[in-house]
């Protein structure tokens, strides 16, 4: 340590002894305040210049950061009481002017009122008539959609028929030339039948002869 610094080391340290008194006010009065009490900021604020001058006179970077913290905690919780009154306020005026414009809605309704009735039963007239002409044009729409699925049915419906009739037209065509196919499969059996039959009857009558020839000629030779 320099000889020039020893001075001021020796202020360094009584001012820290000056502030132990502060720092038991601090302590036992200020610190049971609101941290946003109006006297609590300003004695953070007062304190905190204060080790920022002393801090900067005696080269002490340490008071002197203690001194801007105090500062600008001091600064932000004014801020932030400020901005709560303010907000506090506005709350206020408009609960007011709600009230206020409840009571002038209220005034309104209350002299409207016979001009309003005149206008409910003119509007509930009008809406009346409306829902007639609504319900007209429902039946109508409705009548027309029922025509619509009317003709459609039957045109399915003849479509159906048509379908079944060509079907049974096909099933009466394809039975009848199964028929006729199998007729012609008996007559040409029956044909075959006959012509085999008579093959059968040559063929016995052929034999006979050839079986009476030789009985013949042997009479014959007697």
């Not at 001075?7 to 820290?16: D, G, K, T």
């Not at 105090?70 to 009154?85: G, K, P, Q, V």
């Not at 479509?159 to 199998?182: C, D, G, H, M």
């Not at 063929?203 to 006979?208: F, I, L, P, T």
Request: aromatic residues 2%; hydrophobic residues 45%.
């Amino acid at each position: 340590m320099k000889i020039t610094d020893v001075p001021f080391a020796v202020l360094r340290l009584q001012y820290q002894l000056a502030r132990v008194p502060l720092q038991l006010f601090e302590d036992r009065v200020v610190g049971r305040l609101g941290e946003e009490a109006p006297a609590r900021l300003f004695y953070e604020r007062s304190v905190g210049k204060l080790d920022i001058a002393v801090g900067s006179v005696l080269g002490a970077p340490d008071v002197q950061r203690r001194g801007a913290a105090l500062i600008e905690r001091s600064d932000a919780l004014s801020r932030a009481a400020r901005l709560d009154e303010a907000a506090h306020r506005a709350v206020k005026e408009a609960e007011t002017d709600l009230v206020d414009a409840q009571a002038a809605a209220a005034a309104v309704r209350q002299e409207a009122r016979a001009d309003k009735l005149e206008e409910a039963t003119q509007a509930r007239a009008a809406a009346a008539h409306e829902k007639v002409a609504a319900i007209n044009e429902a039946e109508e729409r409705v009548e027309t959609v029922k025509e619509k699925a009317d003709q459609a049915a039957a045109e399915r419906r003849a479509a159906v028929e048509a379908a079944k009739r060509e079907k049974q037209e096909k099933i009466r065509a394809a039975e009848q030339s199964a028929a006729a196919v199998a007729e012609a499969k008996v007559e040409d059996a029956q044909a075959k039948r006959s012509a085999a039959a008579t093959e059968l009857a040559q063929a016995d009558r052929v034999e006979q002869l050839a079986d009476e020839k030789p009985a013949k000629k042997n009479a014959d030779m007697q």
